[in-house]
């Protein structure tokens, strides 16, 4: 168990409709990453969060975006959604921003779009 | 520009050793990094390696960093069944104060009684 929930773990959802994937990360870590999963692209990096603030962006869509919230939570907002965004989506955490600071992942959501 | 490559399948017998080979093509890599996936499971953080060291053991595992041919391997030793998993090397970039991890697509190993 490596500290990072994720939560729904599994979700299914139609085309076209929003959803929201949430994040707790590690105690006292600070930042938060998101990352997609597919069998085509592999694990692609989404976005990172320190403290609340956006840190860096990857290979993230404009129909997706996340927040960081006082309390560290992380949500992952996906919008108009398609049937390639079905993926697993992961939850990573960290103490800081960088360095060597090693990421801890949570188990993941899986998102079924239909 | 950033790329991670590695071969997609291993197959080993219990009992032998494994190595896993990944390259990577961003000189300005900090820290390269070694993650298990079990099936719907998340990735577990297996070891790292800096990039000014050539190799790092911890246990059964040995991590092996050629930084000239950007050459980084995993070495499994006494390889068991419960070790059969998706493995991803990632590097790790240093950009601006953060770092972001490049993740390989993975390789499965599998193994066999």
């Known amino acids: 168990d490596s500290g990072v929930t994720q939560t729904p773990k599994h979700l299914i959802t139609a085309t076209g409709q929003r959803v929201t994937l949430r994040c707790s990360p590690r105690?006292?870590?600070?930042?938060v990453y998101w990352y997609q999963q597919s069998l085509d692209q592999g694990l692609q990096f989404l976005i990172h969060?320190?403290?609340?603030?956006?840190?860096a962006k990857g290979n993230i869509l404009e129909r997706f975006s996340a927040q960081q919230f006082p309390d560290l939570h992380s949500e992952l907002n996906l919008s108009s959604l398609e049937l390639g965004d079905s993926a697993l989506y992961f939850c990573?955490?960290?103490?800081?921003?960088?360095?060597?600071?090693?990421?801890?992942f949570g188990p993941g959501t899986r998102l079924t779009v239909t | 520009g950033e790329d991670v490559e590695q071969s997609l399948f291993l197959s080993v017998r219990e009992g032998d050793s494994s190595v896993i080979n990944c390259t990577y093509t961003?000189?300005?890599?900090?820290?390269l990094y070694w993650y298990k996936q079990e099936p719907g499971a998340g990735l577990q953080l297996l070891t790292y390696?800096?990039?000014?060291?050539d190799m790092k053991q911890d246990q059964r595992l040995t991590v092996l960093l050629n930084k000239k041919d950007k050459h980084l391997s995993l070495r499994i030793a006494d390889t068991q069944t419960g070790d059969s998993a998706i493995y991803f090397c990632?590097?790790?970039?240093?950009?601006?104060?953060?770092?972001?991890?490049?993740f390989g697509k993975g390789t499965m190993l599998l193994v066999s009684p």
């Open positions: 969060y320190y403290n609340g603030e956006e840190r």
């Open positions: 961003d000189s300005s890599s900090t820290y």
């Open positions: 390696i800096f990039s000014n060291m």
């Open positions: 990632a590097e790790s970039i240093l950009r601006q104060g953060y770092s972001t991890l490049t």
């Open positions: 105690s006292g870590d600070l930042s």
């Open positions: 990573a955490s960290s103490v800081a921003s960088g360095g060597s600071y090693e990421q801890y």
